[in-house]
């Protein structure tokens, strides 16, 4: 009788927990923000195109490739189509006429029309969501041609506060203010702000003043959103400018994880190893787009979430 009580008063505390995790979880959120390389410029197939280079480093000549196919081998589902996570979305308004693009991860969230071209979003995307258990949202705030000096500079570095500071702050709360509306099944489960990426300095760095100030200024931008939506120690990723000759300027950036206040919660990610010979890209005229390679974005994105997977512990 005595174990039976015990049996008893046992059971209803054991019955909590289950009840508790049939709760929807919340959706972990990761801002992508920076200018045109964050926008997303890596070719998928445009292999027949004039100025295309014969389709030279697009993602279906990569994935045509022996030696390098098994990498890529996961964008495509069974029935040859491209692929698209049920636990990952994407939200990016494109381009300055913020044409909207919303839905399951896949190719086509880059900033041209149609679905020929993607960004580190893609494998980014799959790196979180195979190590996150949660539904995951990837939001995009990007624009091209765009620098930290002057555009996106933060409230805290003095001076006028960058329009494009304002406007990734805005974008972010259209849609977290509004996740039912854009994502259905996202409705009523709340969400966390999970990690922000930063890849931007193209335009920086051709003015003294703004490869000078990058690394303070950067300091001060991951300061500022961190304050704004109250997460004082907010996972971050800064990659490297590695597309650019400039290494005075890239050796500033890489500055920013040597800080005591960011040890342990921001890396910096290398990224010149990932720039591929024009000669076998897509884009030959476009070094300050990678030239287009589809493997260059690929290999970002891959780092990018390895980086942020190492900083949440994962």
């Known amino acids: 009788m005595r174990l039976l009580l015990i ?13 508790n995790s049939s709760e929807p979880q919340r959706i972990r959120v990761f801002v992508l923000a920076g200018q045109s390389n964050m926008e997303g410029q890596a070719v998928v197939d445009l292999v027949h195109e004039k100025h295309y280079n014969g389709g030279r480093g697009t993602l279906i000549r990569l994935m045509e490739d022996p030696r390098k196919a098994s990498k890529f ?8 189509k491209w692929a698209e996570r049920d636990d990952v979305r994407v939200w990016y308004r494109a381009g ?16 041209y029309p149609g679905r020929h071209h993607f960004g580190p979003e893609l494998q980014f995307g799959h790196v979180i969501g195979d190590a996150v258990d949660a539904p995951v949202l990837l939001l995009k ?41 854009y994502f259905p099944d996202y409705a009523g489960r709340g969400y966390e702000i999970a990690g922000f990426v930063w890849f931007q300095g193209w335009n920086d760095m051709f003015d003294k003043a703004a490869v000078a ?47 005591p206040e960011f040890a342990d919660n921001i890396r910096f990610v290398k990224t010149r190893a990932f720039l591929r010979p024009k ?15 589809a493997e260059s974005y690929f290999l970002i994105g891959d780092s990018f979430g390895h980086a942020m997977l190492s900083i949440l512990g994962k």
């Open 96 to 111: 300055e006429d913020a044409r909207l693009k919303a839905g399951k991860l896949s190719i086509g969230y880059a900033v």
């Open 279 to 293: 000669e076998h890209s897509p884009n030959v005229g476009h070094s300050h787009h990678w030239f287009g390679n």
């Open 213 to 259: 100030d990058y690394e303070s200024n950067l300091a001060h931008l991951i300061r500022d959103v961190r304050k704004h939506f109250n997460s004082a120690r907010l996972p971050v990723v800064v990659g490297e400018t590695g597309n650019a000759s400039n290494e005075i300027f890239r050796a500033n950036q890489a500055v920013i994880a040597t800080r």
């Open 73 to 80: 081998r996961h964008l495509r589902d069974a029935g040859g």
């Open 141 to 181: 705030a990007a624009w091209g041609g765009k620098s930290l000096y002057k555009d996106f500079r933060p409230p805290s570095a003095g001076g006028d506060v960058g329009p494009y500071y304002t406007k990734m702050l805005a974008e972010c709360h259209e849609v977290l203010d509004n996740l039912g509306k």
């Open 7 to 19: 049996l008893l008063a046992v059971l209803p505390a054991c019955a909590e927990p289950r009840a």
